[in-house]
């Protein structure tokens, strides 16, 4: 079953879930998250009160006898309160199954849906399986052979770094956060490198698998952790949709948001560089023409980019709009269709999450000068964006 975690931990489950038998193993399955030993905290004997891991984990009730994908079921029901009463006792009363004789079955999380249905069907080999909280998570210790920890290579005053900071949150895909400061220059140290030699952020590191570019990781996250199909979408067209925007964005709104968070702000305050006025004029209007072609082309009439759900293409695309709103440009004020869409896409994320992934560009006003020093190493990088 791969990974076993502690067994205080596994025998205060089965004192709680009388369909689990002597033989079963608490299990770490690469189709979900890896969780071990250091993360556990506390587990209530009393089933009334359900699993408690320091909130960090959300608990459901799943006797699964279909893929842990297949989580929409009608029958899904919460391991506390009434509803989680009644299915603890169908658990109780419900018959072994004939070929383990230990009445064991499994018990899987969905990443999708924090939950699954119960359906009542014995499995070979029970297993108990649990999805963290969004967050970043402590790196595992149990067994470094095989107990690795997704890594995430961020600096959040980066826009791909937040639309992937903001996924893997969302979606309680544990990882643990390495920043990257690129306005010390880290992303072009010799150990970086050994992670993503294009020496930029964000990166991932999946064991010995390593990812660059944005996009790639973010469709990466989705297929490994089963994202909710909404965030990229099975349906030819919706998908088709998705990529539409995603190609776009590279040379059009991102180059114009970068652009004039960089020639209205931090080259003229971090880096003390003055930007030619014209040479801003023709930024803002570059920036205009895109927004315009945003509302036009993707958003229409629609509640989102690719229909009426959240998806990526949402994602990449107010984590963009961010980088001048921190410079002080109000891109929404004159355009309500895309206040309109802003207030739906932070909804839909959260409002506590989309704050805490953008509060560090939203404070780069703030910065200090840089030294002499960083002003040298970046000076030939931000150069390009002058013209």
């Known amino acids: 079953m791969g990974l076993l975690l502690a067994e205080g931990l596994m025998e205060n489950v089965k004192n709680m879930t009388p369909g689990i038998g002597s033989g079963?193993?608490?299990?770490?399955?690469?189709?979900?998250h890896t969780i071990s030993p250091p993360h556990l905290t506390q587990v209530h004997s009393d089933p009334g009160k359900g699993i408690d891991l320091a909130a960090r984990y959300r608990v459901r009730i799943c006797l699964s006898g279909l893929?842990?994908?297949?989580?929409?079921?009608?029958?899904?029901?919460p391991w506390e309160g009434k509803q989680g009463e009644q299915a603890r006792k169908r658990l109780a009363q419900s018959s072994p199954a004939p070929s383990n004789g230990r009445g064991g079955r499994d018990w899987a999380w969905s990443p999708a849906s924090r939950g699954c249905g119960l359906r009542g069907r014995p499995f070979q080999s029970p297993a108990l399986f649990l999805i963290p909280t969004p967050g970043p998570t402590p790196a595992l210790t149990s067994n470094p052979a095989t107990a690795m920890v997704l890594e995430l290579y961020l600096d959040l005053l980066s826009q791909p770094c937040r639309a992937v900071y903001i996924f893997a949150k969302k979606n309680g895909i544990p990882?643990?956060?390495?920043?990257?400061?690129?306005?010390?220059g880290q992303h072009f140290s010799d150990d970086f490198a050994q992670v993503n030699p294009l020496r930029k952020v964000p990166a991932l590191k999946d064991g010995d698998f390593t990812l660059a570019e944005s996009v790639a990781?973010?469709?990466?996250?989705?297929?490994?952790?089963?994202?909710p199909d909404h965030w990229y979408p099975q349906d030819l067209q919706t998908r088709a949709r998705?990529?539409?925007?995603?190609?776009?964005?590279?040379?059009?709104?991102?180059?114009?948001?970068i652009r004039t968070m960089w020639q209205k702000m931090l080259l003229p305050v971090f880096l003390g560089q003055p930007v030619p006025p014209e040479t801003l004029a023709s930024t803002l209007a570059k920036l205009d023409r895109c927004l315009q072609l945003l509302e036009d082309k993707f958003l229409k009439d629609q509640d989102f980019l690719a229909g009426p759900h959240i998806s990526m293409a949402d994602l990449v695309a107010i984590t963009e709009?961010?980088?001048p709103v921190s410079a002080g440009c109000d891109l929404?004020?004159?355009?309500p269709k895309l206040a309109a869409w802003r207030q739906?896409?932070?909804a839909e994320v959260g409002e506590d999450l989309f704050q805490e992934a953008h509060a560090a560009i939203m404070k780069a006003k703030d910065l200090p000068p840089a030294d002499k020093a960083i002003k040298e190493k970046l000076k030939p990088l931000v150069q390009p964006l002058l013209h």
Not at 175 to 184: A, C, G, N, Q
Not at 217 to 227: C, V
Not at 242 to 255: A, F, G, I, N, R
Not at 332 to 335: D, E
């Open 332 to 335: 929404f004020k004159s355009r």
């Open 175 to 184: 990882f643990e956060l390495r920043t990257v400061d690129l306005l010390k």
């Open 242 to 257: 998705v990529d539409e925007y995603l190609s776009w964005q590279h040379t059009d709104l991102q180059t114009s948001c």
């Open 67 to 77: 893929p842990p994908h297949e989580e929409r079921d009608p029958d899904c029901e």
């Open 217 to 227: 990781i973010l469709l990466y996250l989705s297929r490994k952790y089963e994202a």
């Open 24 to 32: 079963s193993s608490l299990g770490y399955n690469p189709a979900f």
């Open 344 to 346: 739906r896409v932070e």
């Open 321 to 323: 709009l961010m980088h």
